[in-house]
Nanobody, 116 residues
């Protein structure tokens, strides 16, 4: 059973930066797509950014374009989310996700809080 473990969350002031990491217990090349989702209190979980395993194509939710960058390190089996120019509305629990052809894998989540 593959496990995904997030780290790097915390409290930051508006305009600051954080880098989230998602370490997989196995090879991330086993996933067709890896992504970061977030869920704020009272809201549905939403996709923030995703990266295709093969060609490295990326996708971003409109509100984070130009501020967040998703990347992967196949040697370290880790996916990153660099978050710059953070805003209070970015406050949420951030979850790492990996998709194979038949199954979704989720991490336990890491809290990101942006103070104004």
């Amino acid at each position: 059973q593959v496990q995904l473990v997030e780290s790097g969350g915390g409290l930051v002031q508006a305009g600051g930066s954080l880098r989230l990491s998602c370490a997989a217990s196995g090879s991330i090349t086993n996933f067709n797509v890896m992504g970061w989702y977030r869920q704020a209190p009272g809201k549905q979980r939403e996709l923030v950014a995703a990266i295709i395993a093969g060609g490295g194509l990326t996708h971003y939710e409109d509100s984070v374009k130009g501020r967040f960058t998703i990347s992967r390190d196949n040697v370290k089996n880790t996916v990153y989310l660099q978050m710059n120019s953070l805003k209070p509305e970015d406050t949420a629990v951030y979850y790492c996700n990996g998709k194979t052809g038949t199954k979704d894998y989720w991490g336990q989540g890491t809290q990101v809080t942006v103070s104004s």
